[in-house]
């Protein structure tokens, strides 16, 4: 009877216990909040900078200055939205003008230096 029961022991110890050390519903929680953790360290910020880009982009008008995801700096002619095109001047000698796309414009160029602008308010 004793070696009956001893081979219990055994079987038991051998068999994998459910939900005990080390299985993936231990691992779950930090999991969550690897991927919250990401989600605001992330996307988060990206969405954010996304939507502040599209709003430059919507109030882009005639005679604002820009600056293009190469590197050239011009000044607004021409708008057409239903087309997504911007023509810009980007020599005043020779009046020389090129058409670009609006996601090709980085960022409108205003005459106030950014430190200044946030002094005043």
């Known amino acids: 009877m004793e070696a009956f029961t001893a081979?219990?022991?055994?079987a038991q110890e051998a068999a994998p216990?459910?939900?005990?050390?080390?299985?993936?519903?231990?691992?779950?929680?930090?999991?969550?909040?690897i991927v919250i953790l990401f989600y605001f360290l992330m996307f988060r910020p990206e969405s954010r900078k996304?939507?502040?880009?599209?709003?430059?982009?919507?109030?882009?008008?005639?005679?604002?200055?820009i600056v293009t995801i190469g590197g050239v700096y011009g000044i607004v002619t021409n708008v057409q939205r239903d087309v997504d095109r911007v023509?810009?001047?980007?020599?005043?000698?020779?009046?020389?003008?090129?058409?670009?796309?609006?996601?090709?414009?980085?960022?409108?160029v205003t005459?106030?230096?950014?430190?200044?602008?946030?002094?005043?308010s």
């Open 50 to 65: 996304r939507a502040a880009q599209q709003a430059v982009l919507e109030q882009i008008k005639k005679n604002d200055r």
């Open 111 to 120: 005459d106030t230096p950014a430190g200044e602008a946030s002094d005043k």
């Open 17 to 33: 216990a459910a939900g005990g050390p080390g299985s993936i519903l231990d691992m779950l929680p930090a999991l969550v909040g």
């Open 87 to 108: 023509t810009i001047r980007v020599d005043e000698a020779n009046n020389t003008k090129i058409d670009i796309t609006f996601g090709s414009i980085a960022r409108v």
């Open 7 to 10: 081979i219990r022991l055994f």
